[in-house]
């Protein structure tokens, strides 16, 4: 079977948490490496989150720190929804022997891009700082990127404020600079992220897996359910997992193309993607906007995946 190469970049943080388990159980993913932008904690504590997470399931999968900041706006850390770590709640060991390799994120993607035979999808589950970068630093890697799948956005509404979702948010300019590069891209906002909201009896069933990852995954969901809970969320929305299923199990989502542009400069709107679902515009449809999910097959998926994931015993040196 030939697998699909993927670059993660990510910002864990509890639904990144989950989104990388099932990226980890999934068998068509060559994960080329994970690299970490700091968004819901500090980047010390998100690449300590990814090396913890990797470790307890014992794979050796390459993390690289990427920005400690966005490349304007102020940085702002949700510690409301992710707690000081940005995964507390969780019994992942505090301390582990992983370290984030010695060249950072944008380098590895440029090297990585640069030497690959296939063209590669980055999945971008937190600020887009990274890829951002990316593109300013090497813009002939542009071609090699065969799609980006971004959690982020929404054609309507917002988390961070009434028109934005945090991702983009965070980072606008940065996120301006991947929606206006002519890169295919795929946006699964907050549009379909909460379509695709756990409900109680789905958290019940993960736990009765009954291994290693449902065990995690029902701590992570039963703190950052709460924290979100106690923002009226009906339903635990884990919005990075939606990006994974999108590129694993496409059949499950609705999109359509649309032109997307990012608003950078409005008093109230600052980092709304702008989803022109009207075509008034008659500009270029730059984005797949997925809309709608068959939401009880997306648990079933996860259910799947997280059933699916195992510890990789790694042979005593
Ligand atoms: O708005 C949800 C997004 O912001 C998710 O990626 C979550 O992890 C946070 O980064
Ligand atoms: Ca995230």
Known sequence: MNRIPVII???????????LMMALASKELDIR???????????????????RLLEHFGRDIKVYRGAGRPLVQIQELPEDIHGKSGMDGTSLPDLCQGKPEAINA?????????????????????????IATLLAAAPEVRDRIDEIVIMGGAALGGNKTPTSEFNIWQDPEAAHIVFSSGIPLTMCGLDVTYKSSLTEADVARIKAIGNKASTLTGEILDFYGHAIALRGNQG????????????LRPELFTSALYNVVIDLDGRYTRGCTV???????????????????????????MVEALTALTEEVKPHA
């Open 9 to 19: 970049d990510t910002d864990p943080g509890h639904d990144d948490a989950i989104a």
């Open 33 to 51: 490496g994970i690299t970490i932008v700091a968004g819901n904690n500090t980047i010390e504590n998100n690449t300590n989150n990814a090396l």
């Open 106 to 130: 944008v380098q590895f993607m440029e090297n990585e891009l640069k030497a690959t035979t296939e063209r590669i999808k980055i999945i971008a589950i937190g600020p887009l700082t990274n």
């Open 236 to 247: 635990i929305a884990v919005h990075d997992a939606v990006a994974v299923a999108k590129i």
């Open 275 to 301: 989803t022109d679902l009207d075509d008034v515009t008659k500009a270029h449809k730059n984005v797949e906007v997925v809309l709608d999910v068959d939401r009880s097959a997306f648990v079933d998926y």
